[in-house]
C-alpha cells in the first residue's frame, strides 16, 4: 500500500506541533485521509511539510492518544476509522475505560429529553410509559429486565415529540448497550432500575420538566454505580438479542 499524500499546513498563530496536530486531524476527521491509509515515513512527511521530525513526533503522540492513528514498528502509521457507529459496540466494553464515555454520553442527551417529555407527553404517551412500567419487575431474568430498560427510555424520548432526539436516544441505546446490561445482574439492581423508572414517569406525568430532569440525572448516577460495582463478565443470558 502507497503512502497517502500529505498536504502542508497552513500557517497559524498556535506553536507548530499543535498547529501541525490540529492541521492532520481535521484531514482525518473531514475524510481527506481515509481511514486505512498509511502515511509517508516520518523521514518523508517531515520532509513535505516542513517541520523537524521531533515536531512531527510531537503531533503524532496527540492524534495517537486521541485514536486518530496507529503506529506500529514495519507497518508505519496508519489512519484509523473514526466512523464510531459502527465501532461503538467494541469500544464500548462491558468492563472497559469506555464506561464513563458511555455515561458522559447519556447524562448529556437523556436528562434534557425527559424535561421535553415532561412538557409534551400526551395521554397517550402516559399510557405507554406505564403499561413498561407495570411489565418491569426485580424477578425478570436480566436480558428481559434489560429490554424493559430500553424500552421504557425509548418511550420517554418518544414522548418528548423530537424525532431526531428520539432518533439520537435510540441510537445511543444500541453504542451503550454492552455497558448497560451491567446494571441488570442482581434482583437489587432491577429493583432499583425500576424504581429510578417510577421517580421518571412520576414526574413527567406531573408535568414538571425540572424534576423530570432531575429524576434522570438521578437514576443514571444510579446506574453509572450499578455499572461499576458489578462482576466483570456478564452472565451467559445476555445475547445480542438484547440490541
Known sequence: MDPVVV????????????????HLERL???????????????RALA??????????????????????????RGRGTIVLDTDLRAQFGSLISARSSQQSHA?????TIEPPIAALAAQRATRANLVQLRDALDRS????????????DIEFHQLVAHAARNPLLSTL???AAEWVAGVRQQSHTTVE?????????????AAIAARDPELAKAAMEDHLRVVEHLIATADPEPPPSFGPDVL
Do not use: C, F
Open 7 to 22: 498536504p502542508p499546513a497552513p500557517p497559524r498563530a498556535e506553536s507548530v506541533p499543535v498547529n501541525l496536530a490540529a
Open 137 to 148: 419487575h426485580e424477578g425478570l431474568t436480566p436480558s428481559e429486565s434489560l429490554r424493559l
Open 47 to 72: 520532509a513535505t511539510l516542513s517541520v523537524s521530525r521531533s515536531t512531527l513526533r510531537e503531533a503524532m503522540y496527540e492524534l495517537e492518544a486521541k485514536g486518530l492513528v496507529e503506529r506500529t
Open 103 to 107: 455515561a458522559e454520553l447519556r447524562v
Open 169 to 171: 436516544q435510540e441510537l
Open 189 to 201: 439492581s432491577r429493583r432499583s432500575s425500576r424504581d429510578g423508572h417510577e421517580a421518571i414517569y
Open 28 to 42: 482525518i476527521v473531514t475524510g481527506q485521509l481515509k481511514a486505512g491509509s498509511r502515511l509517508p515515513s516520518e
